[in-house]
């Protein structure tokens, strides 16, 4: 056989090198749209985790204690101080307000999630992900509002509002309500699935005390399936799970039933993590682990003085003050991590990330684009969490209850131009339970790192960083000229 020139040799060796890297870097390219699993815990406070807390209380979170040191666990990730209002945050990357969204939506009142928001599922869906949601939704019943008109291919144990509608029943017929009014309740409030996009929700069962010990580990059985599912055939999957743990009332199975030493709530915080280690152990036994993303976060703060009666004051805030429904530290500064192996460095960061930043972020690292027609209260925290630079690129979040701006924070520094106050109860309700004080004219101050309490104004010292606090609050007024907010529902103030 003839030899070639030297010339040509060269030639085909750059030739077979240079197809090599390209088919490398297709490889690379595919491999950087991973599956991602987002799970999200209902009112789990920062101090409830062994992880979080040393297991001072008395008990452990093994699976997510384990997850938080295979990720990075973030020390400062803030949320909205209610379900729906995270919720919405999340999915849309906007502060709830935007969406009319920005206070809880209980039985009766009208907002929901509008067709023209784009959520999260919609972001996946764009760059073909196969998308499911499992759980708790919580942003509305009508069927614009449905995960599966928002993006979603699928939703298993659904059901729209949150778990005390378990209690429902039981207690209208304490209080002699008509059956009509009962039966009514219970099909809207009932756990139902949806099998396809657009489809008409199934009713399964209703959700009943009793039911209530067992759809978290329903919830758990249905992320497996659908783990296994999508594997099997090859497909890049995006799923969504909004749990019902630590949600009030905590009942659970024989299996946890007072095996946390502190009653209930902690009972259904184990329940909680071994569901989580179940799904776990699925994504590792799917042999996808290094190619997928876990997050695993909680919407808010815990309910203290709002709960029922046997959980009173068992949520934990940490060393901050607050609970859900009001705008203090405590009620928007909770647990979260996130995991995807050998991309985000294993460790702990107290760098600032909120519930917002998550649209953003992923929309980055699976290729989807951001929408530009209208504001993204989120920002691209991509290049920290992949350690490319030190800080976070948030230094700021702007607090809402309904359409009334009651916190700022910025930077170490907390802002409040209204005053979180007890209501005369026994106990004296805080939360969303709490009353709002005008100030006279001027916020208050704290020092976060200081003073986590919140027990010692700074005013009088700290005048001078009022200028960064109005520059926030007047950017964000600002996107409203040609982006106003939808009316903001009340349910005691019906003035407007």
């Avoid at 890049?236 to 946390?260: A, C, D, Q, Y």
């Avoid at 607050?322 to 647990?335: H, K, N, P, Q, V």
């Avoid at 800080?391 to 910025?410: C, M």
Wanted: aromatic share 10%; proline share 7%.
């Amino acid at each position: 056989m003839r030899d070639h020139p030297p010339c040509f040799q060269w030639f085909r060796v750059t030739a077979l090198v240079l197809g090599l890297i390209a088919v490398t870097a297709g490889s690379a390219a595919g491999a950087d749209k991973p599956n991602v699993v987002l799970m999200l815990a209902d009112n789990l406070g920062y101090g409830d985790l062994s992880v979080y807390n040393d297991g001072i209380r008395g008990y452990r979170t093994p699976r997510i204690d384990r997850l938080a040191s295979e990720g990075l666990r973030f020390t400062q990730f803030l949320v909205e101080p209610g379900c729906t209002p995270s919720r919405a945050a999340l999915q849309t990357g906007r502060y709830s307000v935007r969406s009319g969204l920005s206070l809880v939506i209980v039985p009766g009142t009208p907002n929901t999630l509008q067709s023209r928001e784009v959520t999260l599922g919609e972001l996946f869906k764009s760059v073909g992900y196969s998308t499911a949601y499992f759980g708790k939704w919580h942003l509305g019943p009508e069927p614009q509002s449905l995960a599966t008109a928002q993006g979603y291919d699928e939703w298993r144990i659904g059901f729209y509002g949150t778990s005390d509608v378990a209690q429902y029943e039981q207690d209208m017929l304490r209080n002699k309500m008509p059956a009509p009014m009962i039966e009514a309740v219970k099909a809207n409030y009932s756990i139902f699935e949806v099998t396809e996009p657009g489809g008409k929700p199934e009713i399964l069962r209703p959700y009943t005390t009793e039911y209530r010990k067992r759809i978290e580990g329903d919830i758990a059985t249905a992320a497996i399936d659908y783990i296994e599912r999508k594997t099997a055939k090859g497909e890049r999957f995006f799923m969504h799970i909004g749990w019902t743990r630590p949600h009030f009332p905590n009942l659970v199975t024989e299996e946890f039933e007072n095996k946390s030493g502190i009653g209930r709530y902690g009972d259904s915080l184990l329940e909680h993590d071994y569901q989580i280690g179940r799904v776990l152990d699925a994504i590792e036994k799917a042999s996808i682990e290094d190619d997928t993303i876990v997050i695993w976060i909680s919407d808010n703060g815990p309910t203290r003085t709002t709960a029922n009666l046997e959980e009173l004051n068992m949520g934990s805030t940490g060393p901050f003050t607050g609970e859900l429904g009001d705008g203090r530290e405590g009620s928007i500064r909770t647990a979260g991590m996130i995991k995807w192996p050998g991309r985000i460095e294993p460790g702990v960061s107290n760098e600032m990330i909120s519930i917002h930043d998550f649209f953003p972020t992923l929309a980055r690292i699976i290729g989807a684009d951001v929408p530009d027609d209208r504001p993204i209260d989120g920002v691209d925290q991509t290049d920290w969490l992949l350690g490319r630079q030190e800080e976070s690129n948030r230094e700021s979040l702007i607090t809402f209850v309904g359409d009334r701006i009651v916190a700022v924070r910025w930077k170490q520094l907390r802002f409040y131009p209204v005053s979180f106050v007890p209501q005369p109860t026994n106990p004296g309700m805080m939360g969303y339970g709490a009353a709002m004080l005008e100030h006279a004219g001027y916020p208050n101050m704290f020092n976060i790192e200081a003073d986590p309490r919140e027990e010692r104004p700074i005013i009088d010292s700290a005048a001078w960083a009022v200028g960064e606090y109005l520059r926030v609050v007047a950017e964000y007024r600002a996107s409203l000229k040609d982006h106003p907010n939808p009316p903001a529902f009340s349910m005691t103030d019906f003035r407007r």
